[in-house]
């Protein structure tokens, strides 16, 4: 197929529709997102309050990019292992304790982050 034939260009916007798309079905479906959701706001709203520098704010801003990001990679990879099989099975198990064990470890950093952020403040 020629790269230049209309069929191969994608429309300009789809990918973006489909990126929308997916987070709101994470939104919708996914508790532990919700969860996550409420978080960052709470730390948003007490960056506000404390008046994080702008250092400050783009390390909050990555920190809860990265939280939200490894959620829904997670949350991904929970879809395919369902998908792939609706019985239980050790390999699809682990997989998903694994990848639930990244978002454990991202949300652990985030609280030490959010600690650095916001206790000198607040003392």
Not at 5 to 11: A, L, R, T
Not at 72 to 94: F, K, T
Not at 97 to 122: E, Q, R, S
Request: include cysteine; proline fraction near 2%; hydrophobic fraction near 55%.
């Amino acid at each position: 197929m020629n790269s230049d034939s209309k069929e191969s260009k994608p429309k300009k916007g789809i990918g973006f529709t489909y990126a929308i798309q997916g987070m709101i079905a994470v939104i919708k479906t996914e508790r532990n997102f919700r969860i996550h959701l409420l978080f960052a706001f709470s730390a948003i709203l007490m960056g506000v309050y404390l008046q994080l520098r702008a250092i400050e704010w783009c390390i909050l801003v990555l920190t809860i990019a990265l939280v939200m990001t490894v959620e829904m990679v997670n949350s991904a990879i929970e879809r395919v292992m369902d998908y792939l099989s609706l019985e239980r099975h050790p390999v699809i198990g682990e997989i998903k304790d694994i990848a639930a064990g990244a978002v454990l470890v991202t949300a652990i950093a985030a609280v030490v982050i959010g600690c650095f952020l916001f206790l000198p403040k607040l003392m």
